[in-house]
């Protein structure tokens, strides 16, 4: 099966516009602070979003409604307001990776890094749980961390990135942001509760970047 054509807009970038190949959209991203970018199904959509603020699109998806069952819903229950959620995005694997949090409620985004030109999923998704962490423990809040990597939550417990990445020149800016969140890990103690994001109840969580 064929993939559907996509069509990408870059709001921020080497070059700005809508742009029909990946390829060329990844050039006008790849080592650029703070691009700002995603993927359109028509060419009519990608235009419209030029015109407008890439906050507006960045994590929009479709109405969700699960496929769980009354009395399952029933014993997961409703998210906790009271926290933050973090995600990551990466085009490939390893690819351009970025990360951010937000407030889970009102999906305002608290913080966010990249896009590094070559990184993973879960290097991300361990990043933002790290960070998520500090900036807590910082504020000495009480909210809650979710997530919905188990992977990530696993190598938080275990204080370290077991990623299979291999360091070079060209992913050395993620690799230094995980030497200090590991450093950090070891050398601070935290009460935040960190939580799995319940996806197949509550759809997806609101940290997305929404680029499915």
Excluded at 38 to 54: C, H, I, R, V, W
Excluded at 88 to 104: K, L, Q
Excluded at 134 to 150: E, F, G, P, Q, V
Excluded at 176 to 185: E, F, G, I, M, S
């Amino acid at each position: 099966m064929s993939k559907k054509k996509k069509f990408y807009t870059v709001w921020k970038g080497h070059k700005t516009g809508v742009f029909e190949k990946w390829n060329t959209c990844k050039k006008q991203i790849t080592d650029y602070p703070g691009a700002q970018y995603k993927s359109f199904p028509t060419l009519e959509a990608a235009q419209e979003a030029l015109e407008g603020n890439y906050f507006d699109y960045i994590g929009k998806s479709k109405a969700f409604k699960s496929e769980l069952s009354h009395e399952q819903l029933k014993k997961i229950g409703k998210p906790n307001y009271n926290s933050i959620s973090v995600d990551a995005a990466s085009s490939g694997n390893p690819g351009i990776m970025e990360y951010r949090g937000v407030d889970t409620k009102t999906k305002k985004q608290l913080f966010i890094q990249g896009p590094f030109p070559e990184g993973t999923n879960n290097i991300g998704e361990f990043l933002a749980l790290v960070h998520g962490l500090a900036i807590l423990k910082k504020n000495n809040s009480d909210r809650i961390l979710y997530t919905d990597s188990r992977t990530a939550m696993s190598w938080v417990r275990k204080k370290t990135c077991n990623t299979k990445l291999d360091r070079n020149s060209k992913n050395k800016p993620v690799f230094d942001l995980v030497d200090r969140a590991v450093d950090w890990l070891k050398n601070n103690s935290y009460n935040t509760v960190i939580v799995k994001w319940e996806t197949k109840a509550w759809g997806e969580i609101p940290a997305d970047f929404g680029r499915k």
